[in-house]
C-alpha cells in the first residue's frame, strides 16, 4: 500500500456503517410509504370507478320494464353504429389535443421570448429586440 492512502480506523468505520444503516433505513421506509400511497390511489381511482358502474346498475335494475325518457335515450344509442362513435370520439379528442398543444406552444413562445429579451439585455443593453412579439408567433 502506499503512504500516501491512509486506512480508516476502527470509530470511523463504525460511523460509516452507523450512516449507512441509516440510509438503508429511510430508502426501505420511503419505499414502503411509497408502496402505500400507490395502493390508496390505486383503490380510490379504480373505487370510485366500481361506485360509478354499480349506480349505473341500480339506475338499470329502478328502471328495467318502464318506458321513460330514459329508455328513449337508449334506444337512440343502440342505434348508432360503434364505428361512428369510435369516429366521434377521435375527432372531439383530436381537436381538444390541437387546442391544448396551440395553448402549450403559445405559452412556450411567450417564456422563451422573454428569456431572450432578457439575455439579450445582459449582452448589450442598448440593443432591440427581435420583432417576434412576445404573447403570439409570427406565424
Not at 13 to 23: F, M, N, V, Y
Not at 26 to 32: C, D, L, N
Not at 63 to 84: D, M, P, Q, W
Not at 91 to 120: C, D, M, P, W
Request: charge should be positive; charged fraction near 20%.
Amino acid at each position: 500500500m502506499s503512504k500516501f492512502i491512509k486506512s480508516p480506523s476502527k470509530q470511523e468505520l463504525i460511523e460509516e456503517l452507523a450512516e449507512l444503516k441509516a440510509q438503508n433505513r429511510y430508502i426501505r421506509q420511503s419505499r414502503i410509504i411509497y408502496l402505500v400511497t400507490t395502493a390508496i390511489n390505486n383503490l380510490f381511482k379504480y373505487g370510485s370507478l366500481l361506485g360509478i358502474a354499480y349506480c349505473f346498475y341500480l339506475i338499470i335494475a329502478v328502471l328495467a320494464g318502464k318506458t321513460t325518457l330514459a329508455n328513449i335515450g337508449i334506444s337512440f344509442l343502440g342505434n348508432v353504429r360503434i364505428s361512428e362513435t369510435v369516429a366521434w370520439l377521435f375527432g372531439v379528442s383530436g381537436v381538444a389535443f390541437g387546442y391544448r398543444q396551440r395553448r402549450l406552444r403559445r405559452k412556450t413562445v411567450e417564456h422563451l421570448q422573454t428569456r431572450n429579451i432578457e439575455l439579450e439585455k445582459q449582452i448589450d443593453p442598448n440593443r432591440t429586440s427581435s420583432t417576434l412579439t412576445k404573447c403570439f408567433p409570427t406565424a
